[in-house]
C-alpha cells in the first residue's frame, strides 16, 4: 500500500523561529538606529545589509571583527573618527550571464556602510586591520588617556 501522505511545505517553517528571528532582526536594527552615520543612496546602487561585528577588548586594545565574506581588501574602507569606526565596502556583481536561468538568486551586490561607536578614545595612528578569510579583524589601541581613567574601587562591607 501507498503512503500518499504529502508533506506541506509550511510543515517545515516554525512560526515561532520566525517571530523569534524578526524581533532578534528589529532589535538589532533599533538598537544600532541612532549609530549610524546617514545611509546614502544611489540610483544604480542598492545598498546591501550591513556586517555583522565583534567588538570586544584584549589587553590595551579594542578589536572589532567584521564578517565580510568574498570581499578583497580593496573592496574595504575603514576611517576612524574619535568616538566611532566607520566600515565601508562594497561587493561587486559579476555580469549577468544572458543564457542562465536562475533558479534562486539570493546573493546580494551593491555597497554597505556601518558606523561603529567605540566605547573609548583610541590611538587611530596606531590601528592595524588584516582580512583573512572573510573576516576583517581592526586592533585599536586605546589612547593614553583611556588607559590612565581606569582605577580599582575598595568595596567595604557594611
Same mark, same amino acid.
Given at each position: 500500500?501507498?503512503?500518499?501522505?504529502?508533506?506541506?511545505?509550511?510543515? &517545515?517553517?516554525?512560526?515561532?523561529?520566525?517571530? /523569534?528571528?524578526?524581533?532578534?532582526?528589529?532589535?538589532?536594527?533599533?538598537?544600532?538606529?541612532?549609530?549610524? %552615520?546617514?545611509?546614502?543612496? @544611489?540610483?544604480?546602487? &542598492? #545598498?546591501?545589509?550591513?556586517? /555583522?561585528?565583534?567588538?570586544?577588548? *584584549? =589587553?590595551?586594545?579594542?578589536? $572589532?571583527?567584521?564578517? $565580510?565574506? =568574498? #570581499? +578583497?581588501?580593496?573592496?574595504? !574602507?575603514?576611517?576612524?573618527?574619535?568616538?566611532?569606526?566607520? #566600515?565601508?565596502?562594497?561587493?561587486? @556583481? &559579476?555580469? *549577468?550571464?544572458?543564457?542562465?536561468?536562475? !533558479?534562486?538568486? *539570493?546573493?546580494?551586490?551593491?555597497?554597505?556602510?556601518?558606523?561603529?561607536?567605540?566605547?573609548?578614545?583610541?590611538?587611530?595612528?596606531?590601528?592595524?586591520?588584516?582580512?583573512?578569510? =572573510? $573576516? #576583517?579583524? $581592526?586592533?585599536?589601541? +586605546? /589612547? &593614553?588617556? %583611556?588607559?590612565?581613567?581606569?582605577?580599582?574601587?575598595?568595596? +567595604? %562591607?557594611?
Amino acid at each position: 500500500m501507498f503512503n500518499l501522505v504529502r508533506r506541506s511545505p509550511f510543515r &517545515e517553517i516554525s512560526p515561532f523561529r520566525e517571530l /523569534s528571528r524578526f524581533e532578534r532582526e528589529a532589535d538589532r536594527f533599533f538598537r544600532n538606529f541612532w549609530n549610524r %552615520a546617514p545611509m546614502v543612496w @544611489e540610483e544604480d546602487t &542598492e #545598498l546591501i545589509t550591513e556586517p /555583522s561585528i565583534n567588538m570586544f577588548e *584584549e =589587553g590595551d586594545n579594542i578589536v $572589532v571583527e567584521a564578517q $565580510v565574506p =568574498g #570581499l +578583497k581588501k580593496d573592496d574595504l !574602507h575603514l576611517q576612524i573618527t574619535s568616538d566611532r569606526l566607520l #566600515l565601508r565596502g562594497e561587493t561587486k @556583481e &559579476e555580469s *549577468e550571464k544572458k543564457d542562465r536561468n536562475y !533558479h534562486f538568486r *539570493e546573493m546580494r551586490y551593491g555597497r554597505f556602510e556601518r558606523a561603529i561607536p567605540l566605547p573609548y578614545e583610541v590611538s587611530s595612528d596606531k590601528a592595524k586591520a588584516e582580512l583573512k578569510d =572573510g $573576516v #576583517l579583524r $581592526v586592533t585599536l589601541p +586605546k /589612547s &593614553e588617556a %583611556a588607559r590612565k581613567n581606569v582605577r580599582e574601587i575598595e568595596v +567595604k %562591607a557594611a
